[in-house]
């Protein structure tokens, strides 16, 4: 007798009938899908260089970035004190809001409701957090006081302001107040400190001491991965590529050469040959996001002296030519695709992402490197979180015979601390500033920007090594909380209550289907199941 994978087709599974789970790649290669894409419908593939193309080692890069800025801040006038902080990779994570203000770092949901507060590193708690923030909320649209910290690089950036309210917070020379500290007749504002810490950051990218550290020490600092002309080289082959980084031409051909050069013994999969030669569009300098609204002037470089020629260019695309500024509408013009017809993909949920999507309509592919250890604590602790679920199952037979009428008050403190405490535990298995994603069962600001902007999102672009040309990314159905949590089966007239007992009477006839909104006549959706 054979075994249960030796049966003859009689006893197999019919089409869509097996089960899904043994049908998914592994979770590190999928790709994961906010909203349906097509593949086959993409005719053009766009890139974003720093930390999408380029992959920057993690901690050593921000490491690197760290001390930097740490050294510019001393160069100003910061205490020397300040340089013995190191970077402590496992403290910030993207998404954070600093309060210029107080000078906390607030994690928070996208309607702006607190989920985390800190201090420097003390974590606040009740009483503290009401004493600066009586609602437990934030007003996001204050933009002079409330800053999102989304990028990859803003993580060396909240790591310092940490820092910096950790020293002068228990440094004795100085007073503190609520909005800053006090230092004889002078006073530095949580607001300075912001400016100072922003001024730095823009010194340490536009100056180009991190650039050229990081290129003194490629195989320190960036990631190599042979595989990349291969993908790459298998996307020419099914549509348009094209480059789009805010990085200057010496620094990006730099980057890209060292990416795409395997003649030290790395193994390829693709012969040697220029990196220029994989894109048909090559843009430096296009200073997102303004380069998705207005755009700038767009000139031509001479990849010889890295220099701009004169004058903005009005001619044809050019083979293996690299240009700089200009908008998105001129990667359109140039490439003669359509919004819809692009699909790029970046590490910038403002930058890259939202702003692709709302002013130009492109498909999104949101690179999101975190997503490996997210996977990670998500599949190892999945005790915690089913002892969150069993702990809403315990409340829900508490109250289960409980109506209006009824004076019953169960206690439910002991369920409620133990709620707090797994899910506090549940966030230090991310990190010390928990999940980039969520609080427990919340989801954090930067999940809600991630599933309305990002049509596809994953831990790096080269996921798609794992997919056909031909696939049809389909995006799982998206359940608000009364479906999700009422059955399928058919509501029983007599508990639906008298009030709604006549509208189901006459909307509930028999046999009566509700027909798609984003269907056409002959009830067929359209090919990537969006309309």
């Known amino acids: 007798m054979g075994s249960e994978g030796e049966r003859g087709p009689a006893t197999a599974p019919g089409p869509g009938q097996g089960d899904p789970r043994a049908l998914r790649r592994d979770c590190q290669h999928r790709i994961f899908v906010n909203r349906s894409l097509a593949l086959e419908k993409i005719k053009c593939f766009g890139f974003d260089m720093d930390y999408t193309l380029a992959m920057y080692k993690s901690p050593d890069y921000e490491e690197l970035a760290f001390t930097l800025l740490l050294e510019h801040l001393v160069s100003i006038g910061y205490p020397h004190e300040i340089l013995a902080y190191k970077y402590d990779p496992t403290f910030p994570t993207r998404g954070l809001v600093f309060d210029a203000l107080y000078g906390n770092l607030l994690k928070v949901d996208s309607h702006g409701n607190l989920l985390v507060c800190a201090h420097g590193f003390r974590f606040l708690k009740g009483a503290e957090i009401l004493h600066y923030y009586p609602n437990k909320f934030i007003q996001r649209d204050d933009m002079k006081r409330f800053h999102i910290l989304n990028t990859l690089f803003n993580l060396t950036e909240a790591h310092l302001y940490a820092c910096l309210v950790d020293f002068f917070t228990n440094c004795s020379r100085y007073v503190n107040c609520d909005t800053g500290y006090k230092y004889g007749n002078l006073f530095m504002s949580f607001r300075s400190m912001f400016q100072d810490v922003r001024e730095a950051m823009d010194h340490v990218h536009l100056s180009g001491c991190l650039k050229e550290k990081t290129l003194e020490n490629l195989e320190k600092y960036v990631v190599k991965d042979p595989r990349v002309p291969l993908l790459l080289s298998r996307m020419k082959e099914v549509g348009k590529v094209f480059l789009a980084t805010n990085s200057d031409y010496n620094y990006t051909d730099a980057i890209m050469s060292y990416l ?47 220099k701009l020629r004169i004058g903005t260019y009005t001619g044809p695309l050019q083979h293996c030519a690299v240009y700089s500024g200009g908008s998105s509408d001129m990667v359109c013009d140039l490439l003669g695709v359509k919004g819809k017809d692009i699909l790029y993909m970046g590490d910038h949920i403002f930058g890259d992402i939202l ?17 490996a250890r997210e996977l990670q604590v998500w599949t190892e602790k999945s005790e915690l979180f089913e002892e969150l679920r069993s702990l809403d199952l315990f409340l829900a037979e508490l109250y289960q015979h409980l109506d209006s ?84 089966s058919r509501l029983d007239m007599g508990e639906a209550g008298t009030a709604l007992a006549p509208w189901l009477a006459q909307h509930s006839l028999p046999g009566q289907q509700v027909a798609g909104a984003a269907q056409d006549s002959s009830g067929e959706e359209d090919d990537d199941g969006e309309a």
């Open 355 to 371: 702003k692709s999507k709302k002013r130009q309509g492109w498909r999104t592919f949101l690179v999101v490197p975190e997503l």
């Open 260 to 306: 795409f050069d395997f003649s030290d013994g790395d193994k390829a999969e693709t012969p040697q040959r220029p990196w220029r030669s994989y894109f048909d569009l090559i843009v430096v300098d296009t200073r997102k996001p303004l380069f998705f609204a207005e755009g700038t002037v767009l000139r031509q470089v001479n990849t010889d002296t890295g």
């Open 405 to 488: 009428g009824s004076s019953e008050r169960p206690d439910i403190s002991s369920i409620k601390r133990r709620i707090q405490k797994v899910t506090h535990e549940m966030d230090m298995c991310y990190g010390k500033m928990g999940s980039l994603f969520r609080c427990g069962s919340r989801q954090t600001l930067f999940a809600n920007q991630l599933m309305r902007y990002a049509d596809l999102y994953a831990a790096s672009f080269m996921n798609f090594l794992y997919y056909p040309f031909s696939y049809l990314f389909r995006a799982p159905p998206v359940l608000m909380a009364h479906e999700s949590t009422v059955e399928h």
